[in-house]
């Protein structure tokens, strides 16, 4: 049987996504303190946000997938650490099947499947909800698939899964932000480790590199970060100089 917290928070996952674009479309119009430090300090024109918007429309569907393996009775532990292994185990496998996924979508082959994102050179509010409907699905399968399979041997908890799923809404939507919230000092310490809104800008700019979702960790192992990301980072958040255009690299200081 369904709970109707389940629901509830189902019906969170199913509109999250679109609440976070609301939110960044109202600090980007009206001048928020949050949106003044801009990455790319060019325009966004209307008919983009309107693709984006008609894309977003199945974004429900991350909610529509995880309802599926709940109704076939899979994540039912209920314990306290089963939730949070269960979040530590998606965060994990989310990770890796996202970059690996995702390395996979830029081969000539695969590329239909991810262009659509990648229609959008500038991020908007509606871009981190602009997906085709084939790569969502390949995204939660591939995630929910693997959790079901360790689920017929270890019991894991849904809650915590939908807690992960939360999580990838809003900080995906920080991540399309065409301006940088993170603290100056962020890559001193935890942004070694995690992305930024700068970081994933870079992507949709220059096209390639910087696949990472949450983390830096595999596009360091694998040789695909921007290797002025960080001198890019400081410029933005710093210096609040943005780049004026989509291509601009940041040299090391005194080569400027
Ligand atoms: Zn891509
Ligand atoms: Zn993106």
Do not use: C
Not at 20 to 30: E, F, S, T, V
Not at 111 to 122: D, G, N, T, V, Y
């Amino acid at each position: 049987m369904i709970t109707t917290l389940e629901i509830t928070v189902l019906l969170v996952i199913a509109t999250i996504g679109h609440v976070m674009a609301l939110i960044w479309l109202l600090a980007g119009r009206n001048k928020w303190k949050i949106a003044e430090r801009t990455i790319y300090d060019l325009p966004i024109n209307d008919k983009q946000m309107r693709r984006e918007f008609w894309n977003s429309l199945h974004t429900p569907s991350h909610a529509v997938i995880l309802f599926g393996f709940l109704y076939f009775g899979f994540f039912q532990n209920t314990s306290i650490a089963s939730f949070f292994i269960s979040a530590f185990a998606t965060f994990i496998w989310a990770e890796i099947w996202h970059y690996a996924s995702h390395r996979a979508f830029h081969l000539s082959a695969l590329h239909w499947i991810h262009a659509e994102h990648h229609k959008s050179h500038l991020n908007s509010p509606f871009t981190a909800i602009s997906f085709s409907f084939t790569e969502k699905l390949i995204f939660d399968l591939g995630i929910l698939g693997l959790l079901a399979a360790v689920d017929l041997v270890y019991s894991l908890n849904f809650y915590g899964i939908a807690a992960w799923f939360i999580g990838y809404l809003l900080v995906n939507s920080f991540s399309h932000a065409n301006f940088e919230l993170k603290s100056k000092d962020y890559n001193r310490w935890v942004g070694k480790v995690l992305t930024s809104t700068t970081y994933h800008s870079l992507h949709h700019s220059r096209y390639t590199g910087n696949y990472g979702l949450g983390t830096r960790v595999l596009d360091r192992i694998f040789g695909t970060e921007w290797e002025d990301y960080e001198r890019l980072y400081d410029r933005i958040s710093r210096e609040e100089r943005p780049l004026t255009r989509l291509r601009e690299k940041v040299e090391p200081s005194g080569l400027r």
